[in-house]
């Protein structure tokens, strides 16, 4: 009978640990906060501000590098709802335009990710001395792999990882969330892009591709340099 009570507790105690597992979950609606970038497997660095609206589901990124004697800035426009995407350059005054592929949003755990584990930032040997978060691992369709850290409270992404054997690894780091939107504005593209034609023969960028275009544009500039 002791036996029977002590498995029957012990089953109470696993449905309930089961119940209390991390589930994947969606960031706050409106969020404005800074990211950096780490590219083409450390090679180049970025830091900015991104600016989130769940509601549209759009996205706006602006980042930074230095190069030596190059700047290099990126400002991009994620329209998930319209599969979009502009990369805006503003002293030349000119817009290019991509196909944005949607599956992964960066601002909430897909439902298909697995959780990795969950760990304290910091310490947990007494109150305000360490980060509670959630470490989720997925593909993606094309068998790319992604890791993604979020707090357990409030959903804010920490890091994001996406590791692809062409490009190698880029990882994302975010701070300094504010839940809201500083600019409305940001999520509309400048008047000059109006104009702009979808890219052909390209791939659809994602979050993660689009955030290291970077190294791209890097590339491009130091190609244009040794051509003049």
Not at 83 to 98: G, L, T
Not at 118 to 134: A, E, K, V, Y
């Amino acid at each position: 009978m002791n036996s029977v009570c002590v498995l029957s507790c012990f089953s109470l105690v696993l449905v309930a640990a089961s119940g209390q597992a991390p589930k994947p979950c969606g960031a706050p609606e409106l969020l404005t906060g800074g990211v950096s970038v780490i590219t083409a497997s450390g090679l180049m660095m970025t830091s900015g501000t991104v600016a989130y609206d769940a509601l549209g589901q759009r996205l706006r990124a602006r980042h930074y590098g230095n190069f030596g004697n190059l700047t290099v800035a990126v400002d991009e426009l994620m329209l998930y709802n319209q599969e979009v995407m502009y990369e805006i350059n503003w002293s030349a005054q000119k817009c290019r335009k991509f196909p944005l592929d949607t599956y992964f949003m960066p601002m909430h755990v897909p439902e298909d990710a697995l959780l990795l584990g969950q760990t304290f930032l910091g310490s947990s040997s007494s109150w305000g001395m360490g980060l509670l978060t959630n470490t989720w691992v997925g593909q993606f369709p094309n068998n790319d792999t992604y890791l993604s850290t979020f707090t357990e409270i409030g959903c804010l992404p920490v890091t994001l990882t996406h590791y692809s054997p062409k490009t190698g690894w880029t990882t994302i780091s975010t701070y300094n969330w504010v839940i809201g939107l500083s600019n409305p504005e940001d999520f509309f593209p400048p008047p000059f892009c109006y104009e702009a034609k979808m890219e052909k023969f390209v791939k659809p960028q994602n979050f993660f591709s689009a955030m290291g275009s970077l190294a791209t544009t890097v590339q491009s500039m130091n190609n244009d340099t040794l051509t003049q």
